[in-house]
């Protein structure tokens, strides 16, 4: 009998699109649904980036590309790097990807072998636990603790770290949970990382999306040049999720590496979404601050109305556009809540659990 490769039985998808395809059936029985399941801006993409990108269609930019992106937009990506990181990365380390999302899978690809252990954030952005899973490797969960706002504490990093420790991954401005690491923390992870000589993945999807706090890259103390990988895109704070369209700065080490993956896996990031990139980067950027107010109200909306429910409580997250209620009052599990509320009062939410185990 025929049978799948073993990565691929390891492999999982994200309970984001499966609580979307229920929603919809749902819908489609003609309930009324509010959706808080899918995590992307309820807003369009700016018209002026809209447009570079069908002016670049009109303008016949609609062939192959070199793997590594457009130079226009990598020679962008530098100075967007240098403007909010404080380092200007060589154009060698940076590469153009559909989305940030390959930029993890490849990343970890040519970090990670089977048998070593891989440190990220519980609850976490479930790609990583598939990733690692598909990779042979060992998962190494570090809780967030509720008291400690969600963000993840250096000392428990370096209590799970080991001799098979091959990567740390980090998240912040972090989902689910919206919390912000601070620059000292963010620190000593990347001291930690350089003491034990691990590489670190730096997620940064949520980099522009902060309220009364400041984003700090962990990539800043080496520059991206040794062991940390940053990883952004304009899915988020630009609202292109249906672009596609992420950037790495990687270590010069990599690089090769990268493009190997890139030219066998999609050759490259679609021209015109990358014209769309250069203008996102380089154009009138006050869309931000707008969309940043309207997520800034509705989070205190949001968490207003949780806390005032007798049973739950809600932190108030200092980034992203997520919010993370504890339960635990109302008796219910996670997954118990998240059907009393798609089922009974038509709001399609997600498990805490869809992010990882503790609790
Ligand atoms: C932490 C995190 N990383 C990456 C992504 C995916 O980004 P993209 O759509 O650019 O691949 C998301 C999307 O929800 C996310 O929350």
Redesign the pocket.
Known sequence: MVELSKGSQRIYGEA?FEVLAKAQELERQGKSILHFE???PDMETPEHIAQAGCQAIQKKKTHYVPSVGLLELRKAVQDEVENTRGYRPDLEQIII????????FFSMLAIVNPGDEVIYQDP??P?YGSVTSFLGAKPVLVPLKEDNEFRMNPDDIKEKLSKKTKLIIV?SP???TGSVMTKSELDDLAELAEDHDVFVVS?E??SKMTYETKHYSPTTRDQAKQRTVL?D????YYA??GW???FMVVPPLMAQRLQDFLVSAVSCTAAFTQWAGVEALTGDQRFIDAMMKRFKEKRDRIVKGLNSIPSLSCLSPKG?FYAFPNITKTGMTSQECADHLLYNAGVAVLTGTAFGPYR
């Open positions: 984001a899918i995590g992307e990807t559909p989305g940030l999302k390959p930029g993890i976490g952005y790609t998240n972090q989902n689910p997620d999807i949520y990883l895109g304009f899915s988020k292109m999720t596609r369209l992420g992203a």
